[in-house]
């Protein structure tokens, strides 16, 4: 009897030390704790080479955005700068083990543009609202909710929010004065190619297409009924004790009125300009919220199962969910890192890294895009 206890009682001492061990400690606002490498039996030595890379790999593009912008998207007809930019600093990064920052580089403080990791905090937006009800279901098509000209026409009627969240709507249009088709156009042809081209049945191609992300800023807009940076500071950047520092933009040209209030209609991302200036820390912030299901600190500010939702590969993009990138085999795949990663992914090398299995938060900053898998690599290695 006595030795059943005793085993009774050594089960439950090692069920428990699991459970602190995998406790996460959230961050309080403009205080973050650091631990050693160490501390948690990660290889100091390799972890500081993998930071040194990062150091090293810095982008090649120009540190005046604007320049970069202009020259990275020089392809498309008619591409302009419509919202604002900013000269961006130099690498940076943070590494969070269960909450505690256990790396970090350059400066962190630095608010940045972090140009298509926005698409992740807009479809955050979406998430929100179907957290709240006000899009019953991802699979309604938008045009029961977007009653205007938007979503006019026997093609654009067929899109629901889920082929928006997951970029294979082939939404046909013209939006804050950007064609859908003049958007990183194929490679072969011309104009007269792109815009009489056949339309793809909605859910079944994946194109990534600012314009269209754009369509799903202003939709998810006529839905709140109210800015989405407001809605993003109440339910999502406050909560987590975000700065302060941080500003979401539009264009100059994509102001609306909403119940008689003039509106921006902010942008997915910094193609055109605009989109989430951001710092690092910020960004840390919000990957620990997807790291822990929406869960910060006990009060739940997005579904768990919108995040499972989220991190699914889609229909039309095995490597893409709901404007996260995911690690599954395809064109995007990191070869011998773990496939249950997923990530959010901006031009000029900006990274939010999520490994939920690991409790590790990555988030990497001015990182020579194609070194990314190399830099996950090392990390891992010290892991």
Same mark, same amino acid.
């Given at each position: 009897?006595?030795? #059943?206890?005793? =085993?009774?009682?050594?089960?439950?001492?090692?069920?428990?030390?699991?459970?602190?061990?995998?406790?996460?400690?959230?961050?309080?606002?403009?205080?973050?704790?650091?631990?050693?490498?160490?501390?948690?039996?990660?290889?100091?030595?390799?972890?500081?080479? !993998?930071?040194?890379?990062?150091?090293?790999?810095?982008?090649?593009?120009?540190?005046?955005?604007?320049?970069?912008?202009?020259?990275?998207?020089? @392809?498309?007809?008619?591409?302009?700068?419509?919202?604002?930019?900013?000269?961006?600093?130099?690498?940076?990064?943070?590494?969070?083990?269960?909450?505690?920052?256990? !790396?970090?580089?350059?400066?962190?403080?630095?608010? *940045?543009?972090?140009?298509?990791?926005?698409?992740?905090?807009?479809?955050?937006?979406?998430?929100?609202?179907?957290?709240?009800?006000?899009?019953?279901?991802?699979?309604?098509?938008?045009?029961?909710?977007?009653?205007?000209?938007?979503?006019?026409? !026997?093609?654009?009627? #067929?899109?629901?929010?889920?082929?928006?969240?997951?970029?294979?709507?082939?939404?046909?249009?013209?939006?804050?004065?950007?064609? *859908?088709?003049?958007?990183?156009?194929?490679?072969?042809?011309?104009?007269?190619?792109?815009?009489?081209?056949?339309?793809?049945?909605?859910?079944?191609?994946?194109?990534?297409?600012?314009?269209?992300?754009?369509?799903?800023?202003?939709?998810?807009?006529?839905?709140?009924?109210?800015?989405?940076?407001?809605?993003? #500071?109440?339910? =999502?950047?406050?909560?987590?004790?975000?700065?302060?520092?941080?500003?979401?933009?539009?264009?100059?040209?994509?102001?609306?009125?909403?119940?008689?209030?003039?509106?921006?209609?902010?942008?997915?991302?910094?193609?055109?300009?605009?989109?989430?200036?951001?710092?690092?820390?910020?960004?840390?912030?919000?990957?620990?919220?997807?790291?822990?299901?929406?869960?910060?600190?006990?009060?739940?500010?997005?579904?768990?199962?919108?995040?499972?939702?989220?991190?699914?590969?889609?229909?039309?993009?095995?490597?893409?969910?709901?404007?996260?990138?995911?690690?599954?085999?395809?064109? @995007?795949?990191?070869?011998?890192?773990?496939?249950?990663?997923?990530?959010?992914?901006?031009?000029?090398?900006?990274?939010?890294?999520?490994?939920?299995?690991?409790?590790?938060?990555?988030?990497?900053?001015?990182?020579?895009?194609?070194?990314?898998?190399?830099?996950?690599?090392?990390?891992?290695?010290?892991?």
């Amino acid at each position: 009897m006595k030795n #059943k206890y005793l =085993i009774v009682f050594l089960y439950l001492l090692f069920v428990t030390n699991i459970f602190v061990a995998q406790q996460t400690y959230f961050p309080e606002q403009g205080n973050w704790k650091e631990k050693t490498p160490s501390e948690f039996k990660i290889d100091t030595q390799k972890l500081q080479e !993998a930071i040194q890379f990062a150091k090293d790999t810095e982008y090649s593009g120009a540190k005046d955005l604007r320049q970069a912008i202009l020259k990275g998207f020089e @392809r498309e007809p008619y591409h302009k700068i419509l919202g604002l930019t900013k000269k961006r600093g130099g690498p940076a990064g943070l590494i969070i083990k269960d909450g505690y920052i256990i !790396a970090k580089w350059g400066d962190v403080d630095r608010v *940045d543009m972090t140009f298509s990791v926005t698409k992740s905090y807009l479809s955050t937006m979406a998430g929100l609202a179907v957290d709240k009800g006000l899009i019953p279901s991802v699979d309604d098509h938008t045009y029961k909710h977007i009653w205007d000209h938007t979503f006019d026409g !026997a093609h654009n009627k #067929k899109i629901t929010w889920r082929h928006l969240l997951t970029q294979s709507s082939d939404w046909s249009g013209q939006l804050w004065g950007g064609y *859908d088709w003049a958007d990183r156009p194929p490679r072969e042809g011309g104009i007269d190619d792109w815009k009489l081209r056949k339309l793809n049945e909605p859910g079944t191609v994946f194109e990534y297409n600012d314009v269209r992300v754009n369509v799903l800023a202003y939709s998810l807009l006529n839905v709140w009924r109210k800015p989405l940076p407001q809605v993003l #500071k109440e339910k =999502i950047m406050d909560p987590i004790g975000a700065s302060t520092t941080w500003r979401w933009y539009g264009y100059t040209n994509s102001w609306v009125n909403i119940d008689g209030i003039k509106m921006q209609s902010v942008s997915g991302g910094g193609h055109s300009g605009g989109g989430l200036f951001i710092n690092t820390l910020d960004h840390a912030r919000f990957g620990l919220l997807f790291l822990n299901n929406g869960n910060w600190n006990g009060k739940q500010l997005l579904s768990k199962e919108w995040i499972q939702e989220a991190a699914k590969p889609s229909q039309a993009n095995p490597n893409y969910g709901f404007m996260w990138w995911l690690n599954q085999k395809g064109n @995007r795949h990191w070869a011998g890192l773990p496939e249950h990663l997923y990530y959010a992914a901006g031009f000029g090398g900006n990274f939010i890294v999520i490994d939920q299995k690991q409790n590790l938060v990555v988030v990497t900053r001015w990182l020579e895009p194609n070194q990314i898998d190399e830099f996950m690599t090392k990390v891992y290695k010290a892991l």
